[in-house]
C-alpha cells in the first residue's frame, strides 16, 4: 500500500515579519494623518453653510421673480434672514416662510463659520437692487469660499 506523504514542494502560508512590520507601519502613518479628519465635522461646516447659503439666494432670487416683490437678504450676527415687501416698490418689512418648514426663512451662521454683515436686495424682475455685482465670501476653518451674485441678472454661482 502506497501512502501519500507530503509533497516535495512545500507553499508557505501567511506573511513574513517584514511585510508585517511594513503594514503596520504604513498603517500607522495613515491612521496619524487621517484620524484628525475624522474626529470632528469642523472641516465640512465652511462648505456645507456656502452651500445653504447659495439655496438661500437663490431661492430669494426666485421669490421675488414669482411674488413680483422685493426680496431682501440680510446677514446680520449669526443669522442670515429673508423678508419681503408687502407691495411691490415698498421696503422689506415681512418675514419669508421657509420653503421646506413652518416658520421664517432664516438661516444660522455655525460657530468657525465668518461671514461679514450685509444686504442684498433682489428687485421683482430678480436683479440686485442696485445692479451692482457682489461677491460673498464664507470662511471657515478649511478656508475660504467664495460667491458671487451677478448684478444685472441676479444669477448665484461659485
Known sequence: MVRY???PLSFS?????????VVMIVLG??????????????GFEGR????????????AR????????QVCVVVAG????????????????TSLAHPNASGDYILAIPSGVVLAPMQLNFDPLGR???TTS????????EGGFTLTVEGESGYVHR
Open 62 to 69: 426666485r421669490t421675488a421673480v414669482a411674488q413680483r416683490r
Open 13 to 21: 502560508r501567511g506573511f513574513t515579519l517584514p511585510e508585517l512590520v
Open 5 to 7: 506523504g507530503r509533497c
Open 78 to 93: 449669526a443669522t442670515v434672514s429673508v423678508s419681503k415687501s408687502a407691495f411691490s416698490g415698498d421696503a422689506c418689512n
Open 48 to 59: 456645507g453653510f456656502s452651500d445653504q447659503l447659495q439655496m438661500l439666494l437663490q431661492d
Open 134 to 141: 457682489v461677491t460673498v465670501n464664507v470662511s471657515g476653518q
Open 29 to 42: 502613518i495613515l491612521a496619524a494623518y487621517a484620524a484628525p479628519r475624522f474626529a470632528g465635522h469642523h
Open 128 to 130: 440686485l437692487s442696485p
